[in-house]
C-alpha cells in the first residue's frame, strides 16, 4: 500500500514540474496577426506607401496612361489609426497631385513631382508638411516651383536627398534627371544647369548618406556623386550589370536591389554581401517553396530591424491567382515567427505593391482575399 503511495506521489510530482515548466498560451497578438478591426476598403486603390514619423502612411493611386504615353495625376491621401479607427485625408483636398513614385525628406516632410509629355512642356515638384496638411513655404513659391524651359516629360520617381535637395527621373521627354537645391532652384552643380540627359527611364532612385545616388538605369545599377557624374570606385567601374530594379538604402549604406523573384544584397561599395542568402541572393520563390508559376515580386521593404518584408504574386487566370507576405530575417532566411493569418477558409488572391513599415512598427499593405474581385484590394494593416 505505501509502495503504491509513494508511486502516485512520485507521477503527481513528474506532473508538476511538467505542467509548471511547460510554455504558457501566447496572449496577445503575434506576428503577422492583423490588427483588430481590420482589413478595411479605403476610398482609393494605393500602389504605394510612404510612413511618416508622425504616424500613419501617406498613399497614392495608380494614374491612368492613355495611348500616347500622357500620364494623369492622382491624389495623396494620409491614413491614420486613431481611437475611432481608420482616418483617409486627401491632403491639400486635391490641390497638389502626382505622377509617379512620392518621396519624404528627414522632416517628415512629403515630395511630389509632375510634368507633360506633350502640348506645353513644364515640370512641377512641390513639397508638403504632411502632419500639418500644408505646402512647405521654405520650397519654390509657397510650396511649389515649376519649369517651362523644355520638354521634361513624365515624373516617375522623386527623392529626398541628404544635403536637403531634390532629385527628380523622368521618362518620355528630354531630361532623364532634374536635381533642385532644398529651396527649390535648379541646382547648378549638377549635371549641366541641373539637368541630366540620355539614362533612359530610370527605375527606381535612392540616396546614401553622403549623397550619393544610386540609380536604376535601364540593364545596370549606377552610382553617382552629387554633381551627377559616375563614381569610378562603385561596383565594376561606376555600375553594377543585369541589376536595373527597386532599390532600398539602409542606415549603413548598404543597400538591396530587386529583380525578377530575386533579392540582391549589396555593401555601401557595390560589392555582394556574401552574408545575405546564397552569395548575396535570396530567390523569394525557393525560400517560400512556391511552385506556381509565373511568379512575381510585388515590392519589398525593411524594418528598423533590418528585417525584409516581401509581397509576391503567381498564377494565371487559368492556374488561379495567389499572393503572399513573408518576412525574411537580416540574413535572408525566412522568418518563422511571422505567420501571416487570414480567416478560416480564406487565401490570398492577389497583393498590392503598397507595402510600407509604419513608425510603431506595424506593416501597411493591400491585400484581396477575393479571387473574383482582383482589382478591389483592402487596406490591411499587421502586427511585426
Given at each position: 500500500?505505501?509502495?503504491?503511495?509513494?508511486?502516485?506521489?512520485?507521477?503527481?510530482?513528474?506532473?508538476?514540474?511538467?505542467?509548471?515548466?511547460?510554455e504558457?498560451?501566447?496572449?496577445?497578438?503575434?506576428?503577422?496577426?492583423?490588427?483588430?478591426?481590420?482589413?478595411?476598403r479605403?476610398?482609393?486603390?494605393?500602389?504605394?506607401?510612404?510612413?511618416?514619423?508622425?504616424?500613419?502612411?501617406?498613399?497614392?493611386?495608380?494614374?491612368?496612361?492613355?495611348?500616347?504615353?500622357?500620364?494623369?495625376?492622382v491624389?495623396?491621401?494620409?491614413?491614420?489609426?486613431?481611437?475611432?479607427?481608420?482616418?483617409?485625408?486627401?491632403?491639400?483636398?486635391?490641390a497638389?497631385?502626382?505622377?509617379?513614385?512620392?518621396?519624404?525628406?528627414?522632416?517628415d516632410?512629403?515630395?511630389?513631382?509632375?510634368?507633360?509629355?506633350?502640348?506645353s512642356?513644364?515640370?512641377?515638384?512641390?513639397?508638403?508638411?504632411?502632419?500639418?496638411?500644408?505646402?512647405?513655404?521654405?520650397?519654390?513659391?509657397?510650396?511649389?516651383?515649376?519649369?517651362?524651359?523644355?520638354?521634361?516629360?513624365?515624373?516617375?520617381?522623386?527623392?529626398?536627398?541628404?544635403?536637403?535637395?531634390?532629385?527628380?527621373?523622368?521618362?518620355?521627354?528630354?531630361?532623364?534627371?532634374?536635381?533642385?537645391?532644398?529651396?527649390?532652384?535648379?541646382?547648378?552643380?549638377?549635371?549641366?544647369?541641373?539637368?541630366?540627359?540620355?539614362?533612359?527611364?530610370?527605375?527606381?532612385?535612392?540616396?546614401?548618406?553622403?549623397?550619393?545616388?544610386?540609380?536604376?538605369?535601364?540593364?545596370?545599377?549606377?552610382?553617382?556623386?552629387?554633381?551627377?557624374?559616375?563614381?569610378?570606385?562603385?561596383?565594376?567601374?561606376?555600375?553594377?550589370?543585369a541589376?536595373?530594379?527597386?532599390?532600398?538604402?539602409?542606415?549603413?549604406?548598404?543597400?538591396?536591389a530587386?529583380?525578377?523573384?530575386?533579392l540582391?544584397?549589396?555593401?555601401?561599395?557595390?560589392?555582394?554581401?556574401?552574408?545575405?542568402?546564397?552569395?548575396?541572393?535570396?530567390?523569394?520563390?525557393?525560400?517560400?517553396?512556391?511552385?506556381?508559376?509565373?511568379?512575381?515580386?510585388?515590392?519589398?521593404?525593411?524594418?528598423?530591424?533590418?528585417?525584409?518584408?516581401v509581397?509576391?504574386?503567381?498564377?494565371?487566370?487559368?492556374?488561379?491567382?495567389?499572393?503572399?507576405?513573408?518576412r525574411?530575417?537580416?540574413?535572408?532566411?525566412?522568418?518563422?515567427?511571422?505567420?501571416?493569418?487570414?480567416?478560416?477558409?480564406?487565401?490570398?488572391?492577389?497583393?498590392?505593391?503598397?507595402?510600407?513599415?509604419?513608425?510603431?512598427?506595424?506593416?501597411?499593405?493591400?491585400?484581396?482575399?477575393?479571387?473574383?474581385?482582383?482589382?478591389?484590394?483592402?487596406?490591411?494593416?499587421?502586427?511585426?
Amino acid at each position: 500500500m505505501f509502495k503504491s503511495l509513494r508511486s502516485w506521489a512520485a507521477a503527481l510530482f513528474i506532473l508538476n514540474i511538467a505542467c509548471s515548466s511547460s510554455e504558457p498560451e501566447p496572449t496577445g497578438p503575434r506576428p503577422g496577426d492583423f490588427v483588430e478591426g481590420w482589413p478595411q476598403r479605403v476610398d482609393d486603390q494605393p500602389v504605394q506607401f510612404v510612413p511618416l514619423a508622425a504616424g500613419g502612411v501617406v498613399g497614392r493611386g495608380q494614374p491612368y496612361v492613355n495611348s500616347r504615353n500622357v500620364r494623369g495625376w492622382v491624389d495623396l491621401v494620409r491614413y491614420t489609426v486613431g481611437e475611432e479607427g481608420l482616418s483617409q485625408t486627401v491632403l491639400l483636398d486635391g490641390a497638389v497631385a502626382t505622377q509617379g513614385s512620392i518621396g519624404r525628406d528627414a522632416q517628415d516632410r512629403i515630395l511630389t513631382a509632375v510634368g507633360s509629355v506633350e502640348g506645353s512642356f513644364w515640370l512641377k515638384v512641390c513639397r508638403l508638411l504632411a502632419s500639418e496638411g500644408t505646402r512647405d513655404p521654405t520650397f519654390g513659391d509657397g510650396g511649389c516651383v515649376s519649369f517651362t524651359d523644355m520638354h521634361y516629360g513624365n515624373t516617375d520617381n522623386v527623392i529626398a536627398l541628404p544635403s536637403g535637395g531634390v532629385l527628380v527621373s523622368m521618362s518620355g521627354g528630354g531630361a532623364s534627371l532634374v536635381q533642385l537645391t532644398s529651396t527649390g532652384a535648379l541646382d547648378s552643380g549638377f549635371g549641366t544647369h541641373g539637368i541630366m540627359k540620355g539614362l533612359g527611364r530610370v527605375g527606381s532612385l535612392a540616396a546614401q548618406s553622403d549623397g550619393r545616388v544610386l540609380v536604376s538605369a535601364p540593364g545596370k545599377l549606377v552610382r553617382m556623386f552629387s554633381s551627377g557624374a559616375l563614381d569610378p570606385s562603385f561596383g565594376q567601374g561606376g555600375e553594377i550589370p543585369a541589376v536595373d530594379g527597386v532599390l532600398h538604402v539602409g542606415a549603413d549604406d548598404a543597400f538591396i536591389a530587386q529583380r525578377g523573384g530575386s533579392l540582391f544584397a549589396y555593401l555601401a561599395d557595390g560589392t555582394p554581401d556574401v552574408t545575405f542568402g546564397t552569395n548575396g541572393t535570396v530567390n523569394i520563390q525557393d525560400v517560400t517553396e512556391t511552385t506556381i508559376n509565373p511568379f512575381w515580386i510585388r515590392s519589398f521593404t525593411r524594418d528598423a530591424a533590418g528585417r525584409i518584408y516581401v509581397t509576391a504574386g503567381f498564377g494565371t487566370e487559368a492556374s488561379g491567382f495567389g499572393g503572399l507576405l513573408v518576412r525574411l530575417t537580416p540574413s535572408g532566411t525566412l522568418d518563422p515567427q511571422f505567420q501571416l493569418r487570414t480567416e478560416e477558409g480564406s487565401h490570398i488572391s492577389m497583393v498590392g505593391p503598397a507595402l510600407a513599415v509604419g513608425a510603431d512598427g506595424k506593416v501597411w499593405t493591400m491585400l484581396c482575399f477575393d479571387p473574383n474581385t482582383q482589382n478591389a484590394k483592402s487596406l490591411v494593416l499587421i502586427h511585426p
